[in-house]
């Protein structure tokens, strides 16, 4: 049962385009909501995380937009580059003794054409 | 620093074989974790770590061992491997939280395991 729901799972997007992706939570004990970009051959790393009493955080060309009635949150990409390409997961945390453990939604592979 | 360090890169294994993955990190992190990644399914937790001597298991712990003798590594055995057990393996570390709402994991490069 995937408790992070991801759409979509693939998306195709022109330089300068603005492609958002999009995350659905079940879990209202979730307290922290990280996005991790995946390049091929590499392993996922840490890109923008918000948490849930905050509507938006903007880092660089990346936003997180986070909707906490609906228990949604989504990562738009600005003015998006070839070198975003990549494979984009966002995941949810439970912070408890065992430290921030995550629940990865399905994944979206982004290509950014030139 | 080399961040988390994962050995082997790549292995194809017959079904019955053995085997063990090797996670090193050198961040003094106190927790560690095993992940595997399949498609269309994110990051499915098998194992973790919150220190040594300690291990707990995850989401998708059958047909998994692990074990965590020193800090700063974390093994991953495959005692009879299986061919629903191919895919690509994933360790990562992280501080413990503390008093803050949240720790980045980090992660090594991979392990690509076929099981023919």
């Known amino acids: 049962q995937q408790q992070v729901k991801q759409s979509p799972q693939s998306l195709i997007v022109q330089k300068g385009g603005i492609p958002i992706i999009n995350c659905a939570y079940e879990?209202?004990?979730?307290?922290?909501f990280p996005w991790y970009q995946q390049f091929p051959g590499k392993g996922p790393a840490l890109l923008i995380a918000?948490?849930?009493?905050?509507s938006e955080k903007k880092e660089g060309r990346f936003t997180i937009s986070f909707n906490k009635s609906a228990k949604q949150f989504s990562l738009h990409i600005m003015d998006s580059q070839p070198g975003d390409s990549a494979t984009y997961f966002c995941?949810?945390?439970?912070?408890?003794?065992?430290?921030?453990?995550?629940?990865f939604g399905g994944g979206t592979r982004l290509m950014v054409k030139p | 620093n080399a961040g988390v360090t994962q050995t082997p890169k790549f292995r194809v294994l017959k079904t019955g074989q053995s085997m063990t993955l090797l996670c090193a990190q050198d961040?003094?992190?106190?927790?560690m974790y095993w992940y595997r990644q399949d498609p269309g399914m994110g990051l499915r937790l098998i194992h973790y770590?919150?220190?040594?001597?300690?291990?707990a298991k995850g989401e998708v712990p059958d047909g998994y061992n692990v074990s965590r003798l020193k800090k700063q590594n974390f093994l991953l055995g495959l005692e009879s491997a299986a061919p629903s057990q191919t895919s690509v393996y994933f360790c990562?570390?992280?501080?413990?939280?503390?008093?803050?709402?949240?720790?980045?994991?980090?992660f090594g490069d991979g392990t690509r395991l076929s099981i023919l």
């Open positions: 990562a570390s992280s501080y413990s939280r503390g008093t803050r709402l949240f720790q980045p994991q980090h």
């Open positions: 879990n209202t004990a979730f307290d922290y």
């Open positions: 918000i948490r849930p009493d905050v």
């Open positions: 995941a949810a945390s439970i912070g408890d003794n065992a430290g921030n453990m995550l629940t």
């Open positions: 961040m003094n992190h106190e927790y």
């Open positions: 770590s919150v220190g040594e001597g300690t291990t």
